[in-house]
């Protein structure tokens, strides 16, 4: 009797490793991931993608170095490109209540009062047009090999009738532990229209607040508008 329920516990293990995982599944344990550590680093490199009259692609890439902590919140965001924007910090500070950007052109380090409005998360979120629902998409998840590893490609195609009017498509691709590789979201002619690639992601190194503090020597400008920020950041969102 003992064998015979012992072959049952290993065949309901069995069973239990060989089931397929489905989209939400893996975008669940990406989120579950992503909101359970502590401070996350990584390299990000978003292009969004126009078209000229003649269809040709007209891409603009904007590169950058995030780094966050939990608590006390902090993030922290290196531009590397275009050349505009490279060597640009940004930071905002929500123990201290302030945000602060350095500009490398004028060695200026502007400071401006932190708001509870602006405060962000890391959470899955903040991936484009997914919005917080992926029940706005029909998904599918396949596993394929890239670069002589076995990840995830999640497949969506939106539902809502505001999201068909913009978009046609994603493709999310996913590794095996659960970190975000590349995203690519197609227009409505089925064109690139956004791709984000992410790199050496680093979660629970030990970030420290002061060294995500620490800016370049400048002169301090104080200010008491709000530091507008403009660019979009995947995997920040507004929290609740």
């Known amino acids: 009797m003992r064998k015979f329920i012992s072959f049952l516990i ?7 490793i060989s089931l397929p995982q489905t989209a939400n599944d893996v975008l669940k344990e990406v989120e579950k991931k992503w909101n359970s550590a502590k401070d996350i680093s990584m390299k990000m490199t978003m292009t969004v993608y126009s078209y000229s009259s003649k269809g040709e692609s007209l891409p603009t890439k904007m590169s950058m170095e995030l780094k966050a902590i939990k608590t006390p919140q902090i993030i ?3 531009f590397t490109e275009p050349a505009l924007l490279a060597g640009q910090i940004f930071l905002i500070d929500t123990e ?6 350095y500009s490398p052109s004028t060695k200026q380090i502007i400071e401006a009062p932190y708001t509870l409005t602006q405060t962000s998360t890391i959470s899955l979120s903040g991936i484009p047009i997914m919005g917080e629902n992926s029940e706005d998409f029909s998904l599918k998840i396949a596993e394929i090999t890239e670069k002589n590893q076995r990840i995830y490609k999640i497949t969506g195609i939106p539902l809502k009738a505001d999201l068909k009017a913009n978009y046609s498509s994603f493709e999310f691709y996913i590794s095996k532990d659960y970190l ?4 690519v979201i197609y227009d409505v002619q089925n064109r690139p229209y956004i791709e984000i690639l992410w790199g050496n992601i680093k979660i629970n190194s030990n970030l420290s607040p002061s060294s995500l503090r620490t800016f370049p020597q400048g002169k301090i400008i104080k200010q008491k508008e709000l530091i507008n920020m403009t660019a979009p950041i995947p995997f920040l969102s507004p929290s609740k």
């Open 180 to 183: 975000p590789i590349r995203l």
């Open 10 to 16: 290993f065949l309901a293990f069995l069973f239990t």
């Open 96 to 101: 201290k209540q302030i945000t602060k950007m």
């Open 76 to 78: 922290r965001i290196n």
